[in-house]
């Protein structure tokens, strides 16, 4: 006997109408959303006695290389999670404040001296 080459319909009756759609896999398996995944490429503005800045959260796994911290001029090495910050009020606009942007440990960030430089 020949096999037919009709799509099969779904068991359940939840795939698509035209049978494809599910590709093999249940559709009920949805995945816990990792808040912290989803945040670390978004950008937030913080206020600060020496002005506006822009902080992005750096995870572990996306930091490839080694940069130099400007607050303890030491090494943050590739694998750790750090800050990338940049000014927002740069007195020659937004893209001169992006393209000075530093790499900054998260506890210099947050215990740094707001010395004016």
Known sequence: ????????????????ASGRGAGGKRSGDVPEL????ARAGIARRESAPDGEWMVRTMTAKNAE???????????VLPGVAHLVVWKDDHL???????????HWHTNCWMTRSYRYR
């Open 1 to 16: 006997m020949p096999r037919s080459n009709r799509p099969r319909r779904p068991v359940s009756g939840k795939g698509s």
């Open 34 to 37: 990792d808040l912290e995944r």
């Open 65 to 75: 290389k080694t940069y130099i911290c400007p607050e303890c001029s030491t090494a």
């Open 92 to 102: 020659f606009g937004a893209a001169a404040g992006l393209s000075e942007r530093r």
